[in-house]
């Protein structure tokens, strides 16, 4: 069974970092190209980086673009959003999230989502 | 960006009707589209990839068509679990998108 797990979500000041974590299980995790999707309260979904399953050639939104860093560890089947420079608008449940095919793709496993809070 | 629109925004339906969500591209997106069902404090759940191929465990009531830039979403006969808000995505090209969303809602 195909379990995506995330972790490290929280109440951070604004201007502060955060790493997310996602512990992935019940597949080849470096057959699968990855990505974080986020949802802020009330709203719809954004998608917010994406990376191919060797960890090479990763891809932002604009909106995480010089902040955030996407990466992964595929010895510890974990991928990883670390976050910097946070804003209020990027208080969101952050889903990790798996490709059906190919680094861009459609989303055929997702997460249960961490909360991340950006307020002082 | 490639935009997508989704219509309507919101929806009222009765248990056994069928419904029917648009989904326009702002470009050609060919068939790299997919439908998301979301219920409240969930994740989104995968519908329809490649624009109408059923994903593994969708009931068949679920339908998706269409290609280049107007895809419809089709549910042909509403069960009492299929009220949730619905989503559409590109997978053409980067930045990934979504739809704003389709809510569908018990009449």
């Known amino acids: 069974e195909v379990q995506l797990v995330e972790s490290g979500g929280g109440l951070v000041q604004p201007g502060g970092s955060l790493r997310l974590s996602c512990a992935a299980s019940g597949f080849t995790f470096a057959s699968y190209a990855m990505s974080w999707v986020r949802q802020a309260p009330g709203k719809g979904l954004e998608w917010v980086s994406a990376?191919?399953?060797?960890?090479?050639?990763?891809y932002y939104a604009d909106s995480a673009m010089r902040r955030f860093t996407i990466s992964r560890d595929n010895s510890k089947n974990t991928l990883y959003l670390q976050m910097s420079s946070l804003r209020a608008e990027d208080t969101a449940v952050y889903y990790c999230?798996?490709?059906?095919?190919?680094?861009?793709?459609?989303?055929?496993?997702w997460g249960q989502g961490t909360l991340v809070t950006v307020s002082s | 960006d490639i935009q997508m629109t989704q219509s309507p925004s919101s929806v009222s339906a009765s248990v056994g009707d069928r419904v029917t969500i648009t989904c326009r591209a702002s470009?050609?997106?060919?068939?790299?589209l997919a439908w998301y069902q979301q219920k409240p404090g969930k994740a989104p759940k995968l519908l329809i990839y490649?624009?109408?191929s059923l994903q593994s465990g969708v009931p068949s009531r679920f339908s998706g068509s269409g290609s280049g830039t107007d895809f419809t979403l089709t549910i042909s006969r509403l069960q009492p679990e299929d009220f949730a808000t619905y989503y559409c995505?590109?997978?053409?090209?980067?930045?990934?998108?979504f739809g704003q969303g389709t809510r569908l809602e018990i009449k």
């Open positions: 990376i191919s399953g060797s960890g090479g050639s990763p």
């Open positions: 470009q050609g997106i060919s068939s790299w």
């Open positions: 490649a624009a109408s």
């Open positions: 999230a798996r490709e059906l095919r190919g680094v861009i793709s459609e989303i055929d496993y």
């Open positions: 995505q590109q997978a053409n090209s980067f930045p990934i998108t």
